[in-house]
């Protein structure tokens, strides 16, 4: 029987998939394995059932040795595969591109409305039980009806979020490698989309012409009372210089799902009321993260079998 190497707890159906195809080793560890860890949980395997937080190199795919066919991601992002290094070996990698669009774009409209409308903040004065009453002035926050989103990134969450944007009246910008045929919105510069939105909200995957989009010169060119939102990668913002625009007042406020270094977070934005900060939640519901695991399954199940997966990365 191959040996299925998962490197972190799944899903009870995605394993029974995975029954099928060989023996199934899973992490017992409630954390991420070191690399040295890695490198002698996946030895004879011939295939891999990787997260998000693992690199999965040329030198992890030595260590699995000859046999290693399939490294399965569990996550639509794969910046933590080194997609040459695995294709010059003959290793097929995968995504989970599409059964987490929905979550994501839903998660994407929470973190606007929580740092637009100023949720945890008022969540936190009433946990710290602050003395409040209503009046017409307090914890007001900027409403999204007739205000601008620019999209960056226009792949099938980007788009999804477009769509949340039309149903909450508002216009939509967007910038990315190409327009999309359908899309409902504007397809303009990233200069001109930093310059005109009112939420800015980042769906690019994360490659080295993205690291740092958000950097100082990008949060300067933002309007004054923008707010960012970002639910793809962390090194997408340069964090230290988030903290240092909104401390100038150049932005209103930022909601940051994933971090540059995490689960370590730019200790300046973790004291300020006007961040919303989520521990990488964006696909998180049971659905979601079940059917991701389920189709990482079925990629280890149909490559094993000598077939092509359901989703690839292209090499
Ligand atoms: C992904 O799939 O890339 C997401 O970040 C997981 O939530």
């Not at 990134?153 to 009246?169: E, N, P, S, Y």
Request: hydrophobic share 45%; charged share 25%; proline share 5%.
């Amino acid at each position: 029987m191959p040996k299925i190497a998962v490197t972190r707890w799944i899903p009870d159906e995605a394993a029974q998939v995975l029954g099928e195809a060989g023996e199934v080793e899973i992490s017992k560890e409630d954390r991420p394995l070191t690399a040295e860890e890695l490198r002698e949980f996946v030895t004879g395997s011939s295939a891999v059932v990787s997260m998000l937080h693992d690199r999965m190199d040329g030198a992890v795919a030595d260590a699995a040795g000859p046999e290693l066919k399939v490294v399965a991601n569990v996550a639509v992002g794969y910046d933590n595969v080194d997609v040459a290094a695995l294709g010059k070996r003959g290793v097929v990698v995968t995504n989970t591109p599409g059964v987490l669009t929905d979550a994501t774009a839903d998660l994407t409209f929470g973190l606007l409305l929580a740092v637009s409308r100023r949720l945890g903040e008022g969540e936190r004065l009433v946990r710290a039980r602050r003395p409040w009453s209503f009046h017409l002035g307090f914890l007001l926050g900027s409403g999204l009806q007739g205000k601008t989103l620019g999209i960056v990134g226009l792949g099938q969450i980007g788009r999804a979020v477009a769509d949340r944007a039309v149903a909450f009246g508002m216009q939509v910008v967007c910038s990315g490698r190409s327009a999309k045929p359908g899309f409902a919105g504007e397809f303009v510069s990233f200069e001109e989309l930093l310059r005109r939105s009112d939420f800015v909200s980042l769906h690019c995957p994360l490659t080295p012409e993205t690291r740092h989009l958000i950097d100082a010169d990008a949060l300067r060119a933002m309007k004054p009372g923008a707010y960012l939102v970002n639910t793809t990668r962390g090194p997408v913002v340069d964090e230290s210089a988030l903290a240092d625009a909104l401390e100038a007042g150049e932005i209103a406020g930022a909601a940051l799902d994933v971090f540059e270094a995490e689960p370590e977070v730019e200790p300046r934005l973790l004291a300020r009321e006007d961040v919303v900060l989520t521990p990488h939640l964006g696909s998180a519901t049971v659905e979601t993260r079940t059917a991701m695991a389920v189709l990482a399954a079925r990629n280890v199940v149909s490559v094993l079998a000598g077939a092509e997966p359901l989703t690839g990365v292209a090499r």
